[in-house]
């Protein structure tokens, strides 16, 4: 099992960037796949990167390409989430989640764990 927390998340105004953290718990983070998935209010939980355990595969919705970049760090069980040219619409509540040996799926239901989250707001 793994126990996930994630921080970084601030007010920021458009266009600006912020990077958010994920640290997990355990000593087999390296074995895991881990997700970023945000939901805005009163929307459906929505993915927005991934990577494989080795860090060699990284997948993004098309929303959030080019402007953000998914990467961990595996000596630190920490994985990142580096967003930049952000906009009004990324504001959401950010969450982590971990899949051992995953694919870096884009669906949340393969992610047996998560963190709490953490909220990014973008002011126009």
């Known amino acids: 099992q793994v126990q996930l927390v994630e921080s970084g998340g601030e007010l920021v105004q458009a266009g600006g960037s912020l990077r958010l953290s994920c640290t997990a718990s355990?000593?087999?983070?390296?074995?895991?796949?881990m997700g970023w998935f945000r939901q805005a209010p009163g929307k459906e939980r929505e993915f927005v990167a991934a990577i494989t355990w080795s860090g060699a595969s990284t997948s993004y919705a098309n929303s959030v390409k080019g402007r953000f970049t998914i990467s961990r760090d595996n000596a630190k069980n920490t994985v990142y989430l580096q967003m930049n040219s952000l906009k009004p619409e990324d504001t959401a509540v950010y969450s982590c989640?971990?899949?051992?040996w995953g694919s870096g799926s884009a669906t949340s239901r393969h992610y047996p764990y998560w963190g709490q989250g953490t909220q990014v707001t973008v002011s126009s």
């Open positions: 989640a971990a899949d051992q």
């Open positions: 355990g000593r087999t983070f390296s074995s895991y796949a």
